[in-house]
């Protein structure tokens, strides 16, 4: 039996068979559209929320668990665990982070290690690490072991993506001004990077099929690359496009290919790619 919990949120997009496979366990971030509330992959698919967002109506917006949620979790699995590994995104854009850690400071210290991480990602960029890491737990790794593989991966993992339209960023306020700046000149489609759990600028493109090559071009730089994952919102054709073109370098069934879930979809909308890439070990 696995020593160590693994636990998340639904900005790591993860795919629900592996979340079973693997007993992660994925609190939801909430989505409000006008007066309804939905839990993020519970009460909403990916596919009603993209429906919903090109019917128009209430713009959406999303709110973090409260700390009771993180904190009833913690008291759980710290009495079946020898430890808990909660592994979130980055704090710069949500409180999901800050929920968790107040959470676990509420627990008296007589309950197992609780450990809040910060992964400085989000979307498959945080779901490779959680998946690494449940992998590890699940293989009988003790909680420093697994806190070793974590913190390497975080170091090593690597996002870049593209919206359609960065009127969602703006709106979500998840831009810092110089990004914004980028994205509004002439209607250009800026590729941007997660640079230490921001969002800063990577590389000007100004079509879509040049910021799919600008994908496919980050991926190519890496000397090693040891796992790719593909993220998407509404564009499943764009996908096998980049994955021909990973093929020859990267074989492109060990590929992983996933929606980005309601709670990213509210602020990157539809039309929006982005990859993934772990190093691996040198």
């Known amino acids: 039996m696995a020593r160590v919990k693994i636990m998340t949120d639904s900005t790591a997009d993860l795919p629900a068979d592996l979340v079973q496979e693997l007993n992660i366990t994925v609190v939801p971030s909430y989505i409000h559209f006008g007066d309804q509330t939905f839990r993020a992959g519970v009460d909403i698919t990916n596919e009603q929320f993209y429906r919903r967002l090109a019917e128009g109506g209430p713009y959406p917006y999303t ?8 904190e009833q979790y913690y008291r759980q699995f710290s009495r079946e665990y ?9 704090h710069k854009f949500s409180s999901i982070f800050k929920s968790a850690t107040m959470a676990r400071d509420k627990l008296p210290a007589s309950l197992t290690r609780v450990e809040v991480i910060d992964s400085t990602s989000t979307s498959l960029g945080l779901g490779l690490i959680v998946l690494a ?27 870049v993506f593209f919206v359609d339209s960065i009127e969602y960023l703006e709106r979500s306020g998840r831009l810092s001004q110089a990004t914004a700046m980028l994205g509004s000149m002439q209607r250009i489609k800026p590729l941007l990077i997660l640079d230490e759990g921001e969002i800063v600028p990577y590389d000007r493109t100004r079509t879509r099929a040049k910021a799919i090559e600008g994908l496919f071009t980050f991926i190519e730089d890496f000397p090693n690359v040891e796992q ?17 073109k990973i093929d020859p370098i990267f074989p492109r069934e060990r590929v992983m290919v996933a929606e980005y879930g309601p709670t990213l979809g509210v602020h990157l909308g539809p039309n929006t790619m982005g990859v993934a890439v772990y190093e691996g070990y040198e």
């Open 63 to 70: 709110s973090s668990p409260p700390p009771s949620v993180f």
């Open 82 to 90: 020898e430890g808990v590994l909660s592994i979130h995104l980055s």
């Open 133 to 159: 890491a449940a992998r590890a737990a699940q293989a009988g790794g003790s909680v420093e072991e697994v806190h070793r593989i974590v913190m390497h991966m975080i170091q090593h993992t690597h996002v």
């Open 228 to 244: 790719v994952a593909i993220m998407h919102s509404t564009t499943p054709d764009d996908v096998e496009k980049l994955l021909e």
